[in-house]
């Protein structure tokens, strides 16, 4: 029996028959009768499936419309006849004896895989597909060139993997092809050939030459692409460990005079100034991009010990073109000391090309190679007709399937919880910007499965759980001299759009800039100013309660599922913004830490006293909370709804309102206004803010200035400002236009008021005379 099932056109070459004559055959046995010789003069089934005498079994496969069997009898081997129409197929064997993997989809889908034509490789690129489409059929006749070999060691490796079921040596389940042994794959490729002889792609003369060349091309390969003075020191009698101090600085004469007896000195000379710095800018700046990336590959592998059919392997992968062997081999007679120093050249080229570009954008990457930056950089330009393209999937080792990149799973979480996305409406969103990004909907096999992100989201919030814990670990403790790092929560409630009341928790620590992984292992306490803070949400829950033992509860429970057990004794408080209730909580939370540090055994006392929590007050809150007592009782409160109020902080909100409608009609008026007078004023208006933070008083000065400049009529800007602002009101058809020649009236009224005055520099008093200067005094860190 035959492992591969036949192409009848295969079967019909090896009997020495046309199809014609193979169909005729066929027939008779089908029939059978009198001019038959027996025991095969009875009819026999070849299509049934089962058991016959003869073990052959006839079978069908593609388009029914169409035939290939029709006017084919001089038909030579080709892929031709496999693209469409109805072909015939032989399996020869006992049933219980024919190798189940195989069937004629395989088989097809196999050769579909091996020519470059197979669907899977869609996501691999246009360019590695069409490149594999180029190379496959020089690679399997078993010519002795670097294409050939370019295919062994860039496709074969993968095709053996993902159909590592079908083969008859058991080919390895790694990630790293370079593992799986060039014998295996010599075999591997043995069976393909067999299988194209079989499916009538190939001629079997190939088959043939395949095994001729098995012997003959190995060795003399190996030998054209091995450096000149590689060959050499293989005879040389120095040791292996004195030669291998060759590649250190002070041998590099004795390198050099092997060289100049290969007679290629001038070759590695030029090849030396090819890789200076100057060549290689210019170079680059002449558009020799991809000759550069490819240099540098080259000469990465040549200090690595790699061999050029690796090296090409790479650049190819990456668009470039092969290097020649006489150049590879340049850049191998190099001492191995001076070729690093070439090779630090590349970083050089890098930071060259990344201060000659715009802004922050792309940049080549310090550990990137220049070819993979070339290649990426060409999916940018409409010449290359490419767009970029997606990889939010990897084949997994277990079963070849596609799996969503964790980095993609903790992008795609990212969107999904920060900006609250609904699961179910993600992939229309992701169709979207697949359409904005790359000009086109997303093909059905792009989108990641919502199943898939449901179970990524609580398995990466574990990891992100142990990373921090990894970090809290280094970094809370006690200092050599004896000091204790703490951690601290900021708490708070809060109402919005809804009448739920949600309870805010947030832990905070100052993380120092560590000599080494352990703080303990410092000499000196970590500098202050090397402080760096983080935050860390804890949650935004609804509140348990409205006490402060409900919060503490709630506080009690997120802490325990969100921070490991060994950094709950250096918890040290929290800040509040100076209620009782705040500060009782966060004493609560105390308590209920130092609760669990007893019940659970956990050493929680500090120098022998039962810790107490730090409550610092929240300056920024208090200072803000000032404010807006003393603005209260100085201008009174404002009326929510009532907008005709006469009021500071509603005259700051009318003028927003009616500048924003047009703002460069607005400022047009201003220009006007000022003509002739040598004056500029630039209006910049704020929406007023209910709670009157710091925007209130910047707003309200820079309303003040503008009251401040009088004009030749004896009114100020702003006066005048609206007068004109209620004209254009006027020309405003529909009910804008009631609105602001109202809204422009009250606002020339408020403008004339000296109590408006008044009150407004009082507002920019409290941001410039208080605010600013006792903030800063509090947070202001002392550096001696």
Known sequence: SSKWIYHEGALATKLGLSLDQLHSF???????????????????????????????????????????????????????????????????????????????????????????????LDKFGDEYKSRRQQIWKEWIEGSNNITSALYTSDHLPYIALHFRRLWDVT??????????????????????????????????????????????????????????????????????????????????????????????????????????????????????????????????????GEDLRSANAKIILLGGTAVSIADFDSIKRISKSTLGRKIHNFAGLKKFINDNLPGNMFHVGTDQLVLEYVNHGLRYTNTSGQCLSQEMHFISKHNNQKELRLDCANIIRHIIVCYDIPLSKFP??????????????????????????????????????????????KTFGTTPHGFHVLWYLITDDTAHLSKLKHHGVIRTASYGKKKGDNRNEQDDDTDIMEQQPRFITLTSSKAVGTDAEGNAELNMKVILEEVHPEILRNFGGGTVDGAGSAAKEIRDTQALVNEYCEVNDIAYMRNGVVPRAIIPKDCFHMDNVTINAASSIFSGDSERGNSRQFHPLQLLQSIHDIHSVDTVASQAIIDRLLMGTGMKYKLRTNRERPQRWRVNGLFALRIIEMMSIELEDDRNLLTAWAVEMHLVGGKVSGPDSQWMKQTAKEIAVMAQSATIKISLAFEAELVGEYFDITHFDRNRQTTD
């Open 26 to 120: 066929m027939q008779t046995i089908v029939r059978g009768g009198s001019n038959v010789p027996p025991p095969y003069n009875i009819a026999i089934d070849l299509d049934s499936g089962g058991d016959n005498i003869l073990n052959l079994h006839r079978m069908k496969h593609g388009d029914r419309s169409t035939s290939n069997s029709d006017d084919n009898s001089d038909e030579e081997p080709s892929l031709t006849h496999l693209a469409t129409g109805l072909s015939t197929y032989y399996q020869i064997g006992r049933k219980d004896t024919i190798d189940k993997r195989i069937n004629i989809k395989t088989q097809l889908d196999l050769i579909k895989m091996v020519t470059g034509t197979h669907p899977l």
């Open 171 to 304: 080919v390895p389940l790694t990630e790293n092809v370079k593992e799986i042994p060039t014998a295996m794959l010599e075999l591997v490729k043995k069976e393909i050939v067999d299988l194209f002889v079989k499916m009538f792609v190939i001629p079997p003369s190939a088959l043939d030459q395949f095994t001729q060349l098995r012997r003959s091309t190995r060795n003399s390969f190996d030998m054209e692409i091995e450096p000149a003075n590689a060959r050499k020191r293989k005879h040389s009698p120095v040791s292996e460990d004195s030669s291998a101090m060759l590649d250190d600085d002070d041998d590099d004469e004795e390198e050099e005079s092997i060289v100049a007896a290969d007679g290629n000195e001038d070759q590695t000379s030029e090849m030396k100034k090819t890789l200076d710095l100057g060549s290689l800018k210019q170079l680059w700046c002449s558009g020799e991009f991809k000759r550069v990336g490819a240099l540098e590959i080259a000469a990465k592998w040549a200090h690595a």
């Open 428 to 473: 229309s969103l992701l169709n979207c910007f697949g359409v904005l990004l790359f000009g086109r909907q997303l093909r059905l096999d792009e989108f990641p499965s919502t199943a898939t992100i449901r179970l990524h989201i609580p398995r990466l919030t574990m990891i992100d759980r142990h990373f921090t814990s990894v970090v809290d670990l």
